[in-house]
């Protein structure tokens, strides 16, 4: 995709974002200024992210169009709803996911929950943290409920139509049970063994971000069975390596440039593969104190990468990131997709392959 095409994509998601939110804080002025605020303010933390999922979406839409034999059209009007209810289920996951960690940052400013904590400096610290946090998990609620119904409300072909909603309770189900073992990891309730945590990175991220747009574009060309099952396993292999290439970034990539707080996810004792690995090494023990540790520094948090360097997690978690793109030529090598669909694919296992750390 161009330079030109992605300017045009990242506008048409816009629009339809800008539509979605407006109509919402129209909406809710009927139930008082502040649910009208509150999807305002809702509506103004959901932009300014990248538009990976919903970009790939349109990219792959595009390029099943470019293949494809006659079919009933889509309107370009229920493929920018579509493409705008991806990211809106991406933002509801973070709003969840923000409550769950406890964090009140996002991309470098405070996120739903810190901003409305902010709005009330009067109150007690813990009530005007409970506001924020009670709002992000209200949003969050009210985007899931509303990305459904928006997708019930598409003027599609009915197979395809069912195909769609399908898709999308697959999508939302499966991030929730990543999520569910993601906490249990994390809170000691689940036992944190390798094999578990490979299967929470893939159920957490890889549907909803990778499988999901892909499938949905393929659902909306009539593609059959074989391309939709394809599109699911390199979909997952996709989100599986751009997650772990993702802890890598966090753990060792510059803060400034990738906007993430390794101190935040060491102090919550996140089960990242890399963790998973440094526990069953004998160098677990070196840092085995101070993983999870509210007090937590930044002399800390350098002693665990050292020891994550040393142990040899990092290596292993780079092979895995190359071994599932490697998967996912090798599937595109054996699959019915026609060439501009592999070509979305094979631009995505270049941007992952390029997010060194």
């Not at 300017?7 to 539509?19: F, G, H, P």
């Not at 009067?122 to 009210?142: T, V």
């Not at 999508?171 to 390798?194: F, M």
Request: hydrophobic share 45%.
């Amino acid at each position: 995709m161009t330079v030109d095409a992605r300017s045009t994509a990242r506008a048409r998601i816009e629009q339809a974002l800008d539509r979605f939110f407006d109509d919402r804080v129209r909406a809710g002025a009927a139930y008082g200024p502040d649910f009208s605020d509150l999807w305002a303010r809702g509506a103004e933390h959901a932009r300014g992210g990248k538009l990976l999922r919903p970009r790939l979406f349109l990219e792959a839409v595009e390029a099943f169009e470019a293949t494809e034999g006659p079919h009933d059209p889509v309107g370009q009007e229920s493929v920018d709803s579509l493409a705008a209810v991806i990211e809106i289920l991406h933002f509801a996951f973070l709003l969840h996911d923000d409550v769950i960690d406890g964090d009140v940052v996002r991309r470098h400013r405070p996120n739903l929950i810190g901003t409305i904590r902010d709005l009330h400096p009067e109150a007690p610290a813990a009530s005007s943290l409970h506001w924020g946090s009670s709002a992000a998990i209200l949003m969050g609620d009210l985007l899931l409920s509303s990305a459904v119904l928006r997708c019930a409300r598409l003027p599609l072909p009915g197979p395809v139509h069912a195909r769609v909603l399908d898709l999308v309770d697959e999508a939302i189900t499966e991030t929730v049970a990543g999520e569910q073992l993601d906490v249990g990891l994390g809170d000691g309730a689940i036992a944190p063994d390798l094999s578990t945590v490979l299967s929470m990175t893939t159920l957490k991220t890889a549907t909803y971000s990778f499988a999901l747009p892909l499938r949905l574009a393929g659902a909306l060309s009539g593609a059959g069975p074989r391309v939709d099952a394809t599109l699911a396993e390199v979909g997952r292999d996709l989100g599986f390596a751009f997650q772990v290439q993702d802890d890598l970034l966090t753990m060792f990539g510059d803060p400034a440039a990738h906007g993430k707080d390794v101190l935040s996810d060491l102090r919550e004792g996140k089960q990242t593969v890399l963790v998973a690995f440094l526990r069953s090494t004998e160098r677990w023990h070196e840092v085995a104190d101070v993983l999870g540790a509210p007090a937590l520094r930044e002399a800390d948090a350098d002693r665990v990468r050292t020891v994550v360097q040393e142990c040899g997690a990092r290596d292993f978690a780079e092979h895995l990131v190359a071994e599932r793109l490697r998967e996912v030529m090798v599937g595109l090598d054996r699959s019915l997709l026609a060439d501009p669909v592999r070509r979305v694919i094979t631009d995505c296992v270049e941007r992952i392959e390029g997010r060194d750390a």
